[in-house]
Each structure stands twice: as structure tokens, then as C-alpha cells.
């Protein structure tokens, strides 16, 4: 970390009960905190003079406790101060980030109780964070959490993009709607992906993106989750107002903390302009710093996989169909017989590792490599995997001396079956392993439920586990890609190994009935507003029946826009995900992959709107080129693009790769044109985007 400049200054008022004020640099947001007349905490919002979060309770109700830290409260003392840095993150969407607040911190006492917490307030120029706090003290020292109840109170019937709060998936597709009319969409934003019994009718999951009828866009969600249960949130309709609602555990506790302790951060950004959601690095900026001393090893990838064809069912991740007597490592498939649609396989995953060393590609992930898929897949849910015993037609060091030959590093993965402990178990042996054979990098899953039974992916126990993994994965430096695990929230500022998460409705859903065409204009303002997802684009067979005749499948998008997505979805992790064939049908789009980089000097929004588009163009770290990338959703757009963001005085030569005129995601999803034109900052293009469309441009300096 770099700092350029910080600034403290301290103020401190003891033992006052008057109403405390928080203004942020640049004086566009003012938050009010009060006691009221009970004793509890309330906080409200303004931006830019309007109040955006109207007189909200904050409090926590604890297992077994009469009064809880809910009411009864005094303050006690408030401390001021402000703070302003730059720091250099290891990777991501630009090379300096600055980290600049005001805060107030509040402490307050039950002086009856003999205990007291610290709410603790930053507000940012693009909006506010808070958390609880709880130091050390005699009367309390271990406790329950029953619930959290902090409140974000609406000032009006906003626009949502909204999944419903689950405790185990975030594999939704959004849906858009009133908050008024939430309950009334709710068993058609299901999908059929979990039982009901688990929600509740108005329960709907951060990042919770909102746009108000006067165009006040708000994000609310969490940063710095750790030790502590996922945050979902639950509207009373009568009233417009969000309650925090944490993920329980498997006897129904929500929480179990020791004094020192802290709640992970609430958000809440507000802007006039989306594109400041979509820039913003509020969230990052409230986790800690890197916590690792050398970072030289963690670097990011452009890989491929042995992957697509497995989802599509062109291929199996089992090496066989029959059901062997498992004992793991000690299984004798010669007594089986191999199905022949087998993809790990020794000579066709070297097929894949020329393709990738051919064109450029850093990695190759290869799943179903391991023994044990053929009774994991439904036969025997309490199956688990031991990460080191490969099947008997893959050949683990074979294949790695070829890819080192190749120049390509391979990709491990680890599927736990949602056998968490048995994972943490195997973690030292399955990291050994790797390091062994010269993997950098490992791709976990957590499909499933999580084992031992009750226990939810995003509830405290399982918290601590992904946290864990990704640890001691730093010990052997080993780069994370952690997926159907939580959903990120700015931890990879202090673990950059933690390289990826998948923790949405990803590629794959494509092939298992489409996901939206608007789907990818939604995912930004949500799911990455925590951190960056393996998304795995870069789909150019669109019809799945044409690899599986057997799934009848749609991508719904046009090439130009899974070649956009490389730029919009940011990730320092990404796959070109498609089949080596398709992409030898058309290697002139192919190019922009290849070309396209994953980690950047600087990143530009220069228009957005949730569920309609995005553009976005993002200078290459590592030289003077310039990618730019633009999605749309379901209605044709045409889009003017200003250059001013390169350098003046240079001239570049820009590849624009487009939608073809009568291009559109359903009916002529590979229509696309490629164009060249030489442009400088003066320069402005004007681009046309189909439905689920979009375009693409490589920007290289001449």
C-alpha cells in the first residue's frame, strides 16, 4: 500500500444527548443520529438537501437477554475525525484508489446493564457506511444474536431489482419492480430454485439496487463480512421500510460473537447518476488493508476450461455411468465401464492446452478430473471427495509437463459437494497437492447443501469456512475462485488471492433455459458492487441443442455482446468459455479476446441505467491500449461515444466490434460487423446496439 496524504482530526464531546451531525467531504450527504425517546438509536439520510433514508432504529435483539442492545441507550461520548488516502490495490479496475471520509463515532452506554457499543458512521462522497461495534467489557463478553434490526427506512415506492432473499443461492434472475409490489411477484421471482419455506414474502437480498421516481439512484448492501451472518433484508410494505435480516443457523441462532467484536458495514450509496454506483469504491474502502506481505504471486488470468461442455451435456464429468463401490482413493474402476463422454481425459485436455497456448491464454481449468462424480450426481448425496485421486484416463503429471511445455498454467478444482468440513479436512493435503504439480490457481464449489445438515451457505459457520479457505490457500500461495459460496463485499482488498467469486447467476445458466437478455445490464449494479465475478463469457454458439441435442437451450445474447462483457463484467479471472470449435468459426470476433486485458490502469462508466445498458472503457495496465465495452438489454439503442478519455496528442487505431444491422439475441444472435477507424481524443463514434446486443472496441495506440 502506497499512501499519498491522510488527514486525522479529533473532536470529542462526552456524556450528550443532543442530535449528532455527520457531513461528508464534499458536503452533498448529511446524516442525523438521536437517541429517541426510548433510549434507541435513529439515523436518517440526506443527499443533496432531499432526504433519501427517512428516521431509521438500529439495534441488535440477543438470544436470552431482557433488554438486548435494542433501547435504554445514553451517549456517551462522540468522536470526529476524518481521514483521506490513496492506496494501490494488487489488482483491479485501476491502479490507485482513494480513500477519503468523515466519520463519527458514537459510543453509547445502558448504564443500568453496565455495557456499552460504538456505532460507528464513515460517510463518503458517494454515500454512507455504518457497523456495530462491541469492545471489550465485563458484562458483555459472549452473546447470541437473535436478530439485527437496522431499519432503511424509503422515502417513496421506489423502482427495485430485487432477488428474493435466500439463505443458499443468489442464481436468480432480477426482477424489476415496485417495492409496493414485491410480495405480489415473489413466487414468479422463485423459478422453481428453492422451496418457499425458507423465505419470507418480502425478503429480498443485497446488493438491493433502487431508482427513485425524481432519479435518485440507491444501493444498499455490506462490506467486510466476516465472522458474522450474510445480511438479507425484509420490507414492510405499509411503511416502505427495509429491516435487516440475517441468514440463521442450523437451530435458528443468527449470530455467535466474543467481545472485541464488529458487525460487518451497512451501505448505502445515492447518486444522480448511476455510472457513480457502478465507479464506486465505498466498499473496498471499508475493509481492511492487503494483510498479505507478498503479493508478487497473485496475478490475473485469461484462462479456458474443460467446462462448457459438461454444463451444456455434450460431455460428462463422470468417467463412468455405473456406480462403483466408492471407498475414496481406493475405488477399482477397471471393474466399470468408462461411458465414453468423459471430457478430463488425458489427450483431449491436452487438445485443449494447444488451443489455449496457441492463442495466448494463461490457464486451463479442467473439472471432473477427480474420482467420485458418477456417485456424487444424485446417487449418494452424502458423497464426498478426497482433491488428490484422479480418474484413471487422467493422467494429473502427464498432463502438467505438457502444459508447461505449452506455457500454460492448470487451473485446479475443488468441488466439495458442500461438505465443508470434510474440505477443511483435505485442505493442506489437496494445497500440497497442487503445489506438487505446479497449479496456482483452484476453482472450489460448494454445490449442494452444506454438510452437516442445517447449516445454510451464507450463515456464520460457512462464513468462516470460505474465510478459512482462502487463508490458508495464501499459506501455498493460492489464488481463490470460490463459487455457490457468499457473495463477495470488498474482502479482496485485504486477501487479494481471493481472486474471483462466482455467487450469481452465471454463463452456465444459459444453458440451462436463458437467462434474461438484461441480465448482464443488472448484475453490475448488484452482484459486483461487492467485488468481481467469474462471469465465464465469451459464448459464440448460441442454440445448445447444436452441442447436445438433448437441451434445447438459448444463450440470449448477440456475439457482440459476450465479447462486450469482457470489459463490463469486471473480473481479474476471465474464461473464454466456449468450445475451441466455435471459436475457430469465427476467429476474426475471437481476436477481442485474445486481445482484451484483465487488469487495468483506469476505468471509465460513461453511461449506465439498471436493466437497459452499459458502457464502459478501461485502459490496460500493462500498455497504452483501451478497451471499450457496451451491453444492452431488450431495446435497440443507438449509443455516442466521446474518446476524451485518451491520451491528446496520440493517434490510435480502433477495432470496433459490432452488431451486425439485423442482428438481434433470438433470431441472429452471430450477426456481427468488424470495423477499423483511427481516432484520437477529439474523436466521437457513433454505435448501434440490437437486442441483448452490444459492441466491443480494442482502442491501440499507432
Known sequence: MRYIFSIVVVAMLISTTQAQKLTSPSSEFKLNFELDAEGTPVYSLNYKGDQVIAKSKLGLELVDDERSLMDGFEIKEVTNST???????????????RNHYKEMAVTLAQANMDRHIIIRFRLFDE???????????????????????????????????????DYDSQEYDYTTSKLSEISDRFDDALTGNASQEQFSKTGVQTSLMMKTEDGLYINLHEAALKEYSLMNLNLDESN???????????????????????????????????TDILSSNMTLNL??????????????????GVWWEMITGKSSWNYTDELPSVKLGETDYSKTKPNGRHAANTEHVKDYIDFASEHGFDALLVEGWNEGWED???????????FVTPYPDFDVEEIQDYAASKDIEMMMHHETSGAIRNYERHLDTAYQFMNKFGYTSVKSGYVGDIIPRGERHYGQWAINHYLYAVKKAADYKIMVNAHEAVRPTGLRRTYPNLIGNE???????????????NHVTILPFTRLIGGPMDYTPGIFEMDISKLNPDNN??????IANQLALYVTMYSPLQMAADLPENYRRFMDAFQFIKDVAVDWEESHYLEAEPGEYI??????????????????????????????????????????????KDAHYKTNPQAYKISTKTVTSKSTLKLKSAPGGGFAISIKEK
Open 553 to 558: 437451450s438459448h444463450v440470449n445474447s448477440t
Open 127 to 165: 454515500g454512507l457506511g455504518f457497523r456495530y461495534e462491541f469492545p471489550q467489557q465485563d458484562n458483555l463478553v459472549y452473546f447470541v444474536i437473535e436478530e439485527e434490526h437496522t431499519e432503511f427506512a424509503m422515502t417513496g415506492d421506489h423502482t427495485a431489482f430485487w432477488i428474493p432473499g
Open 240 to 274: 416502505l421500510t427495509f429491516t435487516s435480516w440475517l441468514t440463521p443457523d442450523a437451530i435458528g441462532n443468527k449470530g455467535y460473537l466474543q467481545a472485541p467484536a464488529v458487525s460487518p458495514w451497512r451501505t448505502i450509496m445515492v447518486s444522480d447518476d448511476a
Open 503 to 517: 455467487s450469481a447467476r452465471g454463463t452456465e445458466f444459459q444453458a440451462f433455459g436463458g437467462s434474461k437478455p
Open 376 to 386: 456424487w450426481f444424485g446417487k449418494s448425496k452424502d458423497y464426498v471427495f478426497d
Open 615 to 660: 458502457t464502459v472503457a478501461r485502459k490496460d495496465k500493462q500498455s497504452s491500449s483501451w478497451y471499450v465495452g457496451n451491453v444492452n438489454g431488450t431495446t435497440p439503442r443507438k449509443t455516442k461515444i466521446d474518446l476524451n478519455f485518451l491520451e491528446k496528442g496520440k493517434t490510435y487505431a480502433a477495432t470496433i466490434y459490432a452488431d451486425a
Open 287 to 304: 475493509n481492511e488493508p492487503n494483510a498479505l506481505e507478498d503479493t508478487s504471486w497473485i496475478k490475473p488470468i485469461k484462462y479456458m
Open 83 to 97: 481521514f483521506d488516502n490513496t492506496w494501490t490495490p494488487v489488482w483491479g479496475e485501476q491502479s490507485e484508489i
